[in-house]
């Protein structure tokens, strides 16, 4: 295998987990026009957002389960395929039902791709980059969150909507085009290779990294969902705009400074990872009204989460060893579970306790996390990403 890494097919998959971010969020910042020209409330209109997160939770472990013998380009394909069709049809149905269902074949389409994209773009690298190559690959999702979606939003309500999802559809089936000339292809697990379900779980390790998406992404959710109210004491909810764009713009370094030092340095990052985001939230909570701590946890807490997912995936593609695709689905069902979660955790905080809590339930959260990255130091598994998660 050649040492250089294969950058446009890597740049590629960097642009399907774009189009997957902007799929799932674009609607959040058109709801109103979406809502009125499908002749429904606001509310109503915002289950768009939720039927695309619950197809992507129900479908990741069933759909790698079943194409685990299929080989992935094509797998991959067919994703991109599924993003072609339902965005091109969400551009152009006018009923709310028939739209609900296109945005539950995008969810599933982002449950398979999420399921493929770290294992895929790691196969493709030589075994010192493997690391950078995940980052590369996952360098789409800041990119979308800082850049896409605001400027989706923008567009959507300067131009029209519909205009934007056609966009995402015609920009799908670039990438499929580009991926079928450039990218090599990568044969599925034979009958003999596939372990069941509860065997991947059983893995050293691999329950473990589950257990910490689950509470760093949940602690982030409670604090994302709700960033307006949280900027409330500091006098910032007016500049949520400004505050989230920050946010991207720190998630952005933190992917290209994750990428240069994941391969050598993943259980050191992993821990800086935890520490960082336990830093902004400890910031929040002793310094909720001084706006130059929120705006500083801000930076902080973006860098933080900016790597996190390569890191975590990296970790699972050296803990998942052949059962990589399988064990990545479950961690992208356990990501958007603890999605959900953080929505409704946050409401229940809100409503109760209030703001003030958010913080002290993250430290908790993030004190499990940083916990479960110390612990696993007495785990060394092989070399490969040249250091333990």
Request: charge should be positive.
């Amino acid at each position: 295998m050649s040492t250089r890494l294969p950058f446009i097919p890597l740049f590629t998959l960097s642009m399907a987990a774009f189009v997957t971010i902007v799929t799932e969020a674009l609607p959040a910042g058109l709801l109103a026009p979406m809502a009125q020209d499908l002749q429904v409330s606001v509310a109503v209109a915002g289950q768009s957002v939720s039927v695309y997160a619950v197809g992507s939770f129900v479908a990741a472990i069933p759909l790698m389960s079943l194409l685990q013998g299929m080989p992935r380009r094509r797998l991959l394909l067919c994703a991109l395929a599924g993003f072609t069709l339902a965005n091109g049809a969400t551009a152009l149905i006018g009923n709310y039902p028939l739209m609900l269902v296109a945005r539950a074949i995008a969810g599933i389409a982002a449950g398979l791709l999420w399921a493929l994209l770290a294992g895929y773009a790691a196969a493709m690298a030589p075994a010192q980059h493997k690391g950078k190559a995940i980052a590369i690959a996952m360098a789409g999702t800041p990119l979308a969150l800082a850049i896409g979606v605001p400027l989706g939003t923008f567009i959507g309500n300067l131009i029209g909507w519909r205009l934007c999802f056609a966009a995402l559809s015609g920009l799908s089936l670039l990438l499929m085009l580009i991926l079928r000339l450039t990218a090599p292809e990568q044969p599925g697990q034979s009958a003999r290779q596939r372990l069941p379900l509860r065997d991947v779980l059983k893995l050293p390790g691999v329950g473990s990294v589950l257990v910490l998406v689950l509470c760093f992404v949940l602690a982030h959710n409670v604090l994302y969902t709700y960033i307006v109210p949280l900027l409330q004491p500091a006098g910032l909810a007016e500049r949520a705009d400004a505050v989230l764009l920050l946010f991207g713009i720190s998630a952005l370094v933190s992917i290209f400074i994750t990428g240069l030092w994941v391969d050598r340095y993943l259980q050191a990052m992993l821990s800086i990872c935890v520490a960082l985001f336990i830093a902004a939230a400890a910031l929040l909570q002793l310094l909720p009204t001084y706006g130059w701590a929120v705006w500083l946890a801000v930076i902080i807490w973006g860098l933080a989460f900016g790597g996190a997912a390569t890191l975590f995936q990296t970790a699972m593609v050296v803990r998942a060893g052949q059962a990589v695709d399988v064990a990545q689905s479950m961690l992208v069902t356990v990501w958007n579970l603890a999605i959900a979660a953080g929505g409704m955790l946050g409401g229940v905080l809100l409503d109760g306790p209030g703001v003030a809590s958010f913080a002290p339930v993250c430290l908790g959260l993030l004190a499990v996390a940083l916990w479960i990255v110390w612990r696993a130091r007495q785990h060394p598994v092989r070399k490969g990403l040249t250091s333990q998660p």
